[in-house]
C-alpha cells in the first residue's frame, strides 16, 4: 500500500524525473565514455612511447654558421670554398661537411652537461597534390637510437620508391598499402603505415595545424631522403641516463644554456611534455581525464542537489499522510522503505544507462583522439574502476543523500508532521538581501525574495546557469581562433606565391614580385624566432596593426613584431631589443605590433638584415609574388592558397566542437531551468492563486515568480563573462607558455550578444511549461486550506 | 458598489453525475452594505461567493456589478476588474512569508489605482506595532488582520470574506470581525462575508440563508450588533 502511494505520487512528476534522468545519463556516461576512451589510448601509447625510446627533450640549433662553424668549414672541409648563410645549404653543397659540424655540435652540448644522450633529427617538407587538394608530408630521416619509427602496418620502405606514411593520413585519403603518392613528380608505393614518437601530433610549425586529412609523417629509404631537394631541417633529441630526471634537465639545462657562451647555436629546448608535436598527449589524457571528472562531478551534483529537493519536495506534500501513518505505529524504516526503493529504481537504471551509452561511446571517443594524434590504440575494454566511479559512487550518493533527507522529516513528530510546516525563520541569504532591496517596488522585491527562499534550489540554478554560460562563451571564443592564426594573415597580405632561392644564389625578380629575406632562426632578445626583411614600400605584403592601419613604413625606424612574439615574451612598442643573426647583433627598438599569430615572428627593413648578413644591401633568398612563380626559377615554390586550405580544415574542426558545446549547454541550460521554475510554480501555487485573486494579471505574477529566473540567470551571464574571460587569457597564457603557442581566443561584443540571445532562449525553452502551468492555475486554489 | 444576480446557476459535472451547487439564485446586494451569507457545509456559500466575484463562471444566468455585467467578461477583464474594484479575505491567510507586515500590505497597494496608505490601513487593523514584523512571528489573529490590511489597502468598493475567523478563536475571531465593521462605516465598502456560524450574522445588514445551492431565507436586521457584542455560537 505504502509503495502504491508513493509510486501514485512520484508519477506526477514523471516529466521532472525524466529530465533529471536524463542528467544522471550525462553525467555517467560523460565519465565512463572520456574514461574508458582515454584508457584505450592510454596503456598502449605508454608501451609504444617506451619501446620507440621516444626523445625527452628537443633542442632546436641556429640554421645559421656562427664563427666557430665558419672555423671548422674553413680549417675541415677543404671541397667548401665559401662558407655558405645556412648549414642547411652546406648540406647541398658537402654532406660530410654538414654532418661533422652538427657532430661538433652535439659533442659542445654533451662536453657541457652530463647524462644526456643525444641524436640528430632532420626533416625534409614536401608539400604535393593530392586530388586536386594541397597535401604536406613531412619526411623524417629514420633514427638509430631515439624516437624510433614505429610500423602499425605493412614494412619499411626497402628500396627508392617506396614510402611509409600515417595511417590516419591513409584513412582520411582511402589509400591502402600499395596504392602510389606523387612527391617532386615522383611515383612511391606505400609500404607501410608509421609512427614516430615525437610527432603525436602531426604538427609542423606554431600554427596549430594538425590535420591528418592534408598532413602525414613520412618514411623514405636514408638514400631517398637526401635524394630530395627540399631543404632540410634538423635539430636534436635527446634522451636522459639512468637517473637523470625533468627536473634536474631543468635545473643543469634549461636554466643554463643561454648563458652558456659555448652554446649559442642553441636557439631553444624544450622538455617532451611541453613540446606540443610530442608531448602535447600527456597534458592531453591528463586533461581529458580532468576534464571528465570535473564535468560529470558538477553535472552529478546538479542532479544530485535536485533530487534533494524534489525529495524533500515530494515528502513535505506528503507529510500529512506521513503523520497518520506514524500515529498509527508505522515505524521510520517501513516508512522510508518504499521512498529509498523508488529512487533507487528510479536512478540505477539512468545510472547504467549512462554507463553502457558511456561503453558504446568509448570506442568513437577514443578514435575522436586518434583523428588528430598519431599513435596505436587498443581495443576499448570496461575495468572495474570505471564501474565503481561511474555507477556505484554517483547511485551510493543518491541514496544516501535521498535517506538524509527523508529520515530529517520523519524525525519529526506525528502531530507536527500533521500540521502545515510552519516556517520559523527567514534564511542567510533573505536577511542579508532584504535591506538592499528596501527600496524596490514590492512585485520587484518578490521577485528577488522568492528565490532566496530555496537556497539549495537557488545554488543548482546558479550552478547550472554558470555552467551553461561557460560553455557558451568558450564555444564563441573558438570561433574564428585559426583565422586569426593564419587566414587573416595571408589575407591581408597578397604575396599569393612563395619562392625560396638556391643556397649561394641572390634571388632575382620580374614585374611585380618583391625581394624578401626569411631567417628561421635569429635570435631576438636571447629568443630564438622568425625574422623576415622586407622593404618598407613593399606593395605584397603590408603590416598591419590591430587597428587595422597599415604600419610598414615604420620598419625605417626599428623592427616590428607579430602579437604573439610580443605575447609570449612580454615585449611591445617601445622596447630596445638585440637581435643576434649569425655573426652579427645590433640593438633596434620595437616601432610596431602587427596583428598576427603566426608564430615568433618579426619584420625588419630589408636592407639593414641584407647589411647584417652580407654586408651588402642587395642580398635577399627568397621572393613574394601574386602570380604564380616557376618551380624551374627557385628551390621550393609555396602558395598560400594550400596554407589556407589547412586553416580551413582546421576552422572545421573547431567549429564542429564550438557547436557540440552549444547544444550541450542548451540541453543541460534548459533542463535545469525546466525542473527549477517548474517546481517554483508548484511551491508558489497558492501565492499565484492569490496573486490572480488580488488582481494580478498573469503578466505580472510571471515576472514576480519566474521573473527573477531570468534577473539571475543574465545577472550569472554578466558574472561568468569576465570569469570566462579571465580563464581563456589563463588558458591563452598556459599555452603560451607552456607550448610557446599562442591560441588567440577572443571575446567580441558580438559573441557577448549571441551569447546572451541563446541563453535568453534557453531560458524560455525551459520555463515555458511553467509559464503555462503558471497560466492554468485557477482563482479558486488560494481559498484552500494551506499554509504557505 | 451593488451587486445583483439574475437567475444564477452553477452546475458542475463529474461524469454522467450534474450536481447543482447554486440553483437559480435572484439576488441583489446594495452599495456599503454588510451582507452575511449563512449556510452548513455544502450549502454553496463558497461557490456562490467565487461566483459572484468573480473568480468563477456561472453554468447560466446574469452577474452584475454596478452597470458592468462580469458573467459575460473574459479573463482579462475580469482581472481588471477585481484589481479596480474587489478585495478578498480568505480563512487561510496566504502571506508570504518571507515579506515583512508592512511588504505582504504593499503587495495589495501595488495594483490600485486610488490606494490607502500602508500606514493608514495597518493602523486601522492595529497593527501599526508589528508593521517590521514576518508573518511567522505573528499570531494566528494578527495574520488575518494582515490579509485584512492586503485587502483593504487597494480602496476596493466590495470585499470578499470566505470564512475569514474560521481558523480563530472566538477573542481574536471578534477581533478580526470588529475591524471588517470598522472598515466598512468608515469607508463604505460593500461587505459579503460567508460562514457557517450563525452568530456572526447579528453584525451584518442582511442575512441570506442558503441550503442545497439556494437562496432559503433572507433576513434584514434592523439592528445591528458590533462585533464584540455578539455571543458566540
Given at each position: 500500500m505504502l509503495f502504491r502511494n508513493v509510486f501514485r505520487t512520484l508519477k506526477k512528476q514523471y516529466v521532472q524525473l525524466l529530465l533529471l534522468g536524463v542528467i544522471i545519463i550525462l553525467s555517467s556516461f560523460i565519465y565512463t565514455t572520456m574514461d574508458l576512451g582515454i584508457g584505450g589510448i592510454y596503456t598502449p601509447t605508454e608501451q609504444y612511447f617506451d619501446e620507440t625510446n621516444q626523445e625527452e627533450f628537443a633542442m632546436r640549433m641556429m640554421d645559421m654558421p656562427l664563427e666557430i662553424d665558419s672555423d671548422y668549414i674553413t680549417t675541415s672541409?677543404?671541397?667548401?670554398?665559401e662558407v655558405p648563410f645556412s648549414i642547411s645549404a652546406l648540406k647541398v653543397i658537402n654532406k660530410d661537411c654538414y654532418y661533422g659540424l652538427l657532430e661538433n655540435r652535439l659533442n659542445t652540448i654533451t662536453s657541457e652537461y652530463d647524462n644526456l644522450i643525444l641524436e640528430l633529427r632532420e626533416s625534409k617538407d614536401v608539400y604535393f597534390d593530392f586530388q586536386g587538394t594541397a597535401n604536406k608530408v613531412r619526411i623524417l630521416k629514420d633514427?638509430?637510437?631515439?624516437?624510433l619509427s614505429f610500423f602499425v602496418d605493412g614494412e619499411k620502405?626497402?628500396?627508392?620508391n617506396e614510402i611509409a606514411i600515417t595511417e590516419a593520413y591513409a584513412k582520411n585519403n582511402n589509400l591502402v598499402i600499395g596504392n602510389t603518392l606523387n612527391l617532386d613528380d615522383k611515383d612511391y608505393t606505400i609500404s607501410g603505415f608509421v609512427l614516430f614518437?615525437?610527432?603525436?601530433?602531426?604538427?609542423?610549425?606554431?600554427?596549430?595545424i594538425f590535420d591528418n586529412e592534408t598532413q602525414t609523417m613520412g618514411l623514405l629509404t636514408d638514400e631517398e631522403f637526401e635524394n630530395l631537394n627540399e631543404t632540410v631541417y634538423f635539430e636534436i633529441a635527446g634522451v636522459f641516463e639512468e637517473g637523470y630526471t625533468d627536473l634536474d634537465f631543468e635545473e643543469d639545462v634549461i636554466d643554463d644554456y643561454r648563458n652558456n657562451e659555448n652554446l649559442v647555436f642553441v636557439t631553444s629546448t624544450l622538455l617532451t611534455i611541453n613540446?606540443?608535436?610530442?608531448?602535447a598527449i600527456y597534458a592531453e589524457i591528463e586533461g581529458g581525464q580532468n576534464t571528465a571528472i570535473i564535468l560529470s562531478l558538477l553535472i552529478a551534483s546538479i542532479a544530485l542537489l535536485i533530487v534533494g529537493i524534489m525529495v524533500s519536495k515530494v515528502l513535505q506534500s506528503q507529510r500529512g499522510a506521513i503523520g497518520i501513518l506514524k500515529s498509527m505505529g508505522y515505524t521510520n524504516l517501513e516508512i522510508t522503505l518504499p521512498y529509498i526503493f523508488f529512487i533507487a529504481i528510479l536512478s540505477f537504471p539512468a545510472i547504467i544507462i549512462g554507463y553502457f551509452l558511456g561503453v558504446l561511446g568509448a570506442e568513437p571517443m577514443k578514435n575522436i583522439y586518434l583523428i588528430v594524434y598519431l599513435l596505436p590504440s587498443q581495443a576499448v575494454a570496461q575495468t572495474l574502476e570505471t564501474f565503481v566511479i561511474a555507477v556505484l559512487v554517483p547511485f551510493g550518493f543518491l541514496i544516501i543523500v535521498s535517506y538524509i533527507i527523508i529520515r530529517r522529516i520523519l524525525s519529526q513528530k506525528p502531530v507536527t508532521l500533521l500540521n502545515p510546516p510552519i516556517t520559523s525563520n527567514a534564511n542567510f541569504l533573505t536577511k542579508r538581501m532584504h535591506g538592499f532591496l528596501k527600496r524596490l517596488k514590492i512585485t520587484t522585491k518578490i521577485k528577488h525574495l522568492l528565490l532566496y527562499r530555496n537556497m539549495i534550489k537557488f545554488s543548482v540554478f546558479i550552478i547550472g546557469m554558470f555552467f551553461a554560460a561557460f560553455l557558451i562563451l568558450l564555444s564563441f571564443s573558438m570561433v574564428g581562433v585559426m583565422d586569426r592564426m593564419l587566414y587573416d594573415y595571408y589575407d591581408n597580405t597578397d604575396h599569393n606565391y612563395i619562392g625560396y632561392c638556391d643556397y649561394m644564389d641572390i634571388c632575382e625578380t620580374t614585374g611585380t614580385q618583391e625581394k624578401v629575406i626569411e631567417i628561421p632562426s635569429a635570435i631576438l632578445d636571447d629568443e630564438d624566432i622568425y625574422l623576415v626583411g622586407l622593404d618598407?614600400?613593399?606593395?605584397?605584403h603590408k603590416l598591419l596593426n590591430k587597428r587595422g592601419k597599415?604600419?610598414?613604413?615604420d620598419l625605417e625606424n626599428g623592427i616590428i613584431i607579430t602579437t604573439s612574439l610580443g605575447l609570449i615574451n612580454g615585449v611591445g612598442v617601445g622596447d630596445s631589443l638585440l637581435l643576434q643573426v649569425g655573426e652579427e647583433s645590433k640593438e633596434f627598438e620595437v616601432v610596431g605590433v602587427t596583428e598576427?599569430?603566426?608564430?615568433k615572428k618579426a619584420y625588419i627593413d630589408i636592407e639593414e638584415l641584407a647589411l647584417l648578413l652580407?654586408?651588402?644591401?642587395?642580398?635577399?633568398n627568397t621572393v613574394y609574388s601574386a602570380t604564380e612563380l616557376s618551380?624551374?626559377?627557385?628551390l621550393i615554390v609555396i602558395s598560400t592558397e594550400d596554407i589556407l586550405q589547412q586553416a580551413g580544415i582546421m576552422q572545421n574542426l573547431f567549429n564542429i566542437m564550438v557547436y557540440v558545446m552549444i547544444i550541450a549547454s542548451v540541453v543541460i541550460g534548459s533542463i535545469v531551468v525546466y525542473i527549477l521554475t517548474v517546481m517554483t510554480i508548484e511551491d508558489n501555487f497558492y501565492n499565484i492563486s492569490l496573486f490572480k485573486v488580488i488582481g494580478y494579471n498573469n503578466k505580472e505574477i510571471d515576472k514576480m515568480i519566474l521573473g527573477g529566473y531570468l534577473t539571475y540567470g543574465i545577472g550569472t551571464f554578466l558574472v561568468t563573462i569576465p570569469i570566462a574571460y579571465g580563464l581563456f587569457y589563463l588558458m591563452t597564457y598556459y599555452m603560451a607558455q607552456f607550448?610557446?603557442?599562442?591560441?588567440?581566443f577572443r571575446f567580441e561584443i558580438w559573441h557577448g550578444i549571441l551569447s546572451l540571445v541563446i541563453f535568453i532562449i534557453l531560458f524560455f525553452l525551459g520555463a515555458y511549461v511553467a509559464k503555462r502551468k503558471l497560466s492554468k492555475i485557477s482563482l479558486q486554489e488560494a481559498m484552500k486550506m494551506y499554509q504557505v | 458598489m451593488s451587486i445583483k444576480l439574475d437567475n444564477v446557476t452553477k452546475t458542475y459535472f463529474t461524469g454522467e453525475v450534474e450536481t447543482?451547487?447554486?440553483?437559480n439564485v435572484d439576488l441583489e446586494i446594495k452599495n456599503g452594505e454588510f451582507v452575511v451569507l449563512l449556510g452548513p457545509s455544502g450549502s454553496g456559500k463558497s461557490t456562490m461567493l467565487n461566483i459572484i466575484s468573480g473568480l468563477d463562471n456561472p453554468t447560466s444566468g446574469k452577474i452584475s456589478i454596478d452597470d458592468e455585467?462580469?458573467?459575460?467578461?473574459n479573463a482579462k477583464q475580469l482581472t481588471k476588474f477585481r484589481r479596480d474594484n474587489l478585495g478578498f479575505i480568505f480563512q487561510?491567510?496566504?502571506?508570504?512569508?518571507?515579506?515583512s507586515v508592512k511588504e505582504n500590505v504593499e503587495v495589495g497597494r501595488?495594483?490600485?489605482?486610488l490606494p490607502f496608505t500602508v500606514e493608514e490601513v495597518l493602523e486601522q487593523v492595529g497593527l501599526t506595532p508589528q508593521?517590521?514584523?514576518?508573518?511567522?512571528?505573528?499570531?494566528g489573529g494578527e495574520q488575518q488582520r494582515v490579509s485584512i490590511a492586503r485587502a483593504v489597502v487597494k480602496n476596493p468598493k466590495i470585499m470578499f470574506c470566505d470564512?475569514?475567523?474560521?481558523?480563530?478563536?472566538e477573542e481574536m475571531a471578534k477581533e478580526v470581525l470588529g475591524i471588517l465593521q470598522k472598515l466598512n462605516e468608515t469607508y463604505k465598502t460593500s461587505v459579503v462575508l460567508i460562514t457557517?456560524?450563525?452568530?456572526?450574522?447579528?453584525?451584518?445588514d442582511r442575512i441570506i440563508k442558503l441550503n442545497s445551492g439556494e437562496v432559503v431565507e433572507i433576513i434584514e436586521n434592523k439592528t445591528k450588533l458590533k462585533a464584540s457584542e455578539i455571543s458566540w455560537g
Amino acid at each position: 500500500m505504502l509503495f502504491r502511494n508513493v509510486f501514485r505520487t512520484l508519477k506526477k512528476q514523471y516529466v521532472q524525473l525524466l529530465l533529471l534522468g536524463v542528467i544522471i545519463i550525462l553525467s555517467s556516461f560523460i565519465y565512463t565514455t572520456m574514461d574508458l576512451g582515454i584508457g584505450g589510448i592510454y596503456t598502449p601509447t605508454e608501451q609504444y612511447f617506451d619501446e620507440t625510446n621516444q626523445e625527452e627533450f628537443a633542442m632546436r640549433m641556429m640554421d645559421m654558421p656562427l664563427e666557430i662553424d665558419s672555423d671548422y668549414i674553413t680549417t675541415s672541409c677543404p671541397l667548401v670554398t665559401e662558407v655558405p648563410f645556412s648549414i642547411s645549404a652546406l648540406k647541398v653543397i658537402n654532406k660530410d661537411c654538414y654532418y661533422g659540424l652538427l657532430e661538433n655540435r652535439l659533442n659542445t652540448i654533451t662536453s657541457e652537461y652530463d647524462n644526456l644522450i643525444l641524436e640528430l633529427r632532420e626533416s625534409k617538407d614536401v608539400y604535393f597534390d593530392f586530388q586536386g587538394t594541397a597535401n604536406k608530408v613531412r619526411i623524417l630521416k629514420d633514427s638509430e637510437v631515439i624516437n624510433l619509427s614505429f610500423f602499425v602496418d605493412g614494412e619499411k620502405p626497402s628500396n627508392n620508391n617506396e614510402i611509409a606514411i600515417t595511417e590516419a593520413y591513409a584513412k582520411n585519403n582511402n589509400l591502402v598499402i600499395g596504392n602510389t603518392l606523387n612527391l617532386d613528380d615522383k611515383d612511391y608505393t606505400i609500404s607501410g603505415f608509421v609512427l614516430f614518437p615525437d610527432y603525436s601530433l602531426a604538427m609542423f610549425s606554431d600554427a596549430l595545424i594538425f590535420d591528418n586529412e592534408t598532413q602525414t609523417m613520412g618514411l623514405l629509404t636514408d638514400e631517398e631522403f637526401e635524394n630530395l631537394n627540399e631543404t632540410v631541417y634538423f635539430e636534436i633529441a635527446g634522451v636522459f641516463e639512468e637517473g637523470y630526471t625533468d627536473l634536474d634537465f631543468e635545473e643543469d639545462v634549461i636554466d643554463d644554456y643561454r648563458n652558456n657562451e659555448n652554446l649559442v647555436f642553441v636557439t631553444s629546448t624544450l622538455l617532451t611534455i611541453n613540446n606540443m608535436r610530442s608531448g602535447a598527449i600527456y597534458a592531453e589524457i591528463e586533461g581529458g581525464q580532468n576534464t571528465a571528472i570535473i564535468l560529470s562531478l558538477l553535472i552529478a551534483s546538479i542532479a544530485l542537489l535536485i533530487v534533494g529537493i524534489m525529495v524533500s519536495k515530494v515528502l513535505q506534500s506528503q507529510r500529512g499522510a506521513i503523520g497518520i501513518l506514524k500515529s498509527m505505529g508505522y515505524t521510520n524504516l517501513e516508512i522510508t522503505l518504499p521512498y529509498i526503493f523508488f529512487i533507487a529504481i528510479l536512478s540505477f537504471p539512468a545510472i547504467i544507462i549512462g554507463y553502457f551509452l558511456g561503453v558504446l561511446g568509448a570506442e568513437p571517443m577514443k578514435n575522436i583522439y586518434l583523428i588528430v594524434y598519431l599513435l596505436p590504440s587498443q581495443a576499448v575494454a570496461q575495468t572495474l574502476e570505471t564501474f565503481v566511479i561511474a555507477v556505484l559512487v554517483p547511485f551510493g550518493f543518491l541514496i544516501i543523500v535521498s535517506y538524509i533527507i527523508i529520515r530529517r522529516i520523519l524525525s519529526q513528530k506525528p502531530v507536527t508532521l500533521l500540521n502545515p510546516p510552519i516556517t520559523s525563520n527567514a534564511n542567510f541569504l533573505t536577511k542579508r538581501m532584504h535591506g538592499f532591496l528596501k527600496r524596490l517596488k514590492i512585485t520587484t522585491k518578490i521577485k528577488h525574495l522568492l528565490l532566496y527562499r530555496n537556497m539549495i534550489k537557488f545554488s543548482v540554478f546558479i550552478i547550472g546557469m554558470f555552467f551553461a554560460a561557460f560553455l557558451i562563451l568558450l564555444s564563441f571564443s573558438m570561433v574564428g581562433v585559426m583565422d586569426r592564426m593564419l587566414y587573416d594573415y595571408y589575407d591581408n597580405t597578397d604575396h599569393n606565391y612563395i619562392g625560396y632561392c638556391d643556397y649561394m644564389d641572390i634571388c632575382e625578380t620580374t614585374g611585380t614580385q618583391e625581394k624578401v629575406i626569411e631567417i628561421p632562426s635569429a635570435i631576438l632578445d636571447d629568443e630564438d624566432i622568425y625574422l623576415v626583411g622586407l622593404d618598407p614600400d613593399n606593395e605584397l605584403h603590408k603590416l598591419l596593426n590591430k587597428r587595422g592601419k597599415e604600419i610598414t613604413n615604420d620598419l625605417e625606424n626599428g623592427i616590428i613584431i607579430t602579437t604573439s612574439l610580443g605575447l609570449i615574451n612580454g615585449v611591445g612598442v617601445g622596447d630596445s631589443l638585440l637581435l643576434q643573426v649569425g655573426e652579427e647583433s645590433k640593438e633596434f627598438e620595437v616601432v610596431g605590433v602587427t596583428e598576427e599569430y603566426t608564430g615568433k615572428k618579426a619584420y625588419i627593413d630589408i636592407e639593414e638584415l641584407a647589411l647584417l648578413l652580407t654586408n651588402t644591401t642587395t642580398y635577399s633568398n627568397t621572393v613574394y609574388s601574386a602570380t604564380e612563380l616557376s618551380e624551374d626559377d627557385f628551390l621550393i615554390v609555396i602558395s598560400t592558397e594550400d596554407i589556407l586550405q589547412q586553416a580551413g580544415i582546421m576552422q572545421n574542426l573547431f567549429n564542429i566542437m564550438v557547436y557540440v558545446m552549444i547544444i550541450a549547454s542548451v540541453v543541460i541550460g534548459s533542463i535545469v531551468v525546466y525542473i527549477l521554475t517548474v517546481m517554483t510554480i508548484e511551491d508558489n501555487f497558492y501565492n499565484i492563486s492569490l496573486f490572480k485573486v488580488i488582481g494580478y494579471n498573469n503578466k505580472e505574477i510571471d515576472k514576480m515568480i519566474l521573473g527573477g529566473y531570468l534577473t539571475y540567470g543574465i545577472g550569472t551571464f554578466l558574472v561568468t563573462i569576465p570569469i570566462a574571460y579571465g580563464l581563456f587569457y589563463l588558458m591563452t597564457y598556459y599555452m603560451a607558455q607552456f607550448y610557446e603557442i599562442l591560441m588567440p581566443f577572443r571575446f567580441e561584443i558580438w559573441h557577448g550578444i549571441l551569447s546572451l540571445v541563446i541563453f535568453i532562449i534557453l531560458f524560455f525553452l525551459g520555463a515555458y511549461v511553467a509559464k503555462r502551468k503558471l497560466s492554468k492555475i485557477s482563482l479558486q486554489e488560494a481559498m484552500k486550506m494551506y499554509q504557505v | 458598489m451593488s451587486i445583483k444576480l439574475d437567475n444564477v446557476t452553477k452546475t458542475y459535472f463529474t461524469g454522467e453525475v450534474e450536481t447543482h451547487a447554486v440553483k437559480n439564485v435572484d439576488l441583489e446586494i446594495k452599495n456599503g452594505e454588510f451582507v452575511v451569507l449563512l449556510g452548513p457545509s455544502g450549502s454553496g456559500k463558497s461557490t456562490m461567493l467565487n461566483i459572484i466575484s468573480g473568480l468563477d463562471n456561472p453554468t447560466s444566468g446574469k452577474i452584475s456589478i454596478d452597470d458592468e455585467i462580469i458573467s459575460d467578461m473574459n479573463a482579462k477583464q475580469l482581472t481588471k476588474f477585481r484589481r479596480d474594484n474587489l478585495g478578498f479575505i480568505f480563512q487561510q491567510y496566504n502571506l508570504l512569508q518571507t515579506l515583512s507586515v508592512k511588504e505582504n500590505v504593499e503587495v495589495g497597494r501595488e495594483v490600485s489605482k486610488l490606494p490607502f496608505t500602508v500606514e493608514e490601513v495597518l493602523e486601522q487593523v492595529g497593527l501599526t506595532p508589528q508593521t517590521t514584523k514576518y508573518p511567522f512571528q505573528l499570531s494566528g489573529g494578527e495574520q488575518q488582520r494582515v490579509s485584512i490590511a492586503r485587502a483593504v489597502v487597494k480602496n476596493p468598493k466590495i470585499m470578499f470574506c470566505d470564512e475569514p475567523t474560521g481558523a480563530l478563536d472566538e477573542e481574536m475571531a471578534k477581533e478580526v470581525l470588529g475591524i471588517l465593521q470598522k472598515l466598512n462605516e468608515t469607508y463604505k465598502t460593500s461587505v459579503v462575508l460567508i460562514t457557517h456560524n450563525p452568530s456572526i450574522g447579528a453584525m451584518a445588514d442582511r442575512i441570506i440563508k442558503l441550503n442545497s445551492g439556494e437562496v432559503v431565507e433572507i433576513i434584514e436586521n434592523k439592528t445591528k450588533l458590533k462585533a464584540s457584542e455578539i455571543s458566540w455560537g
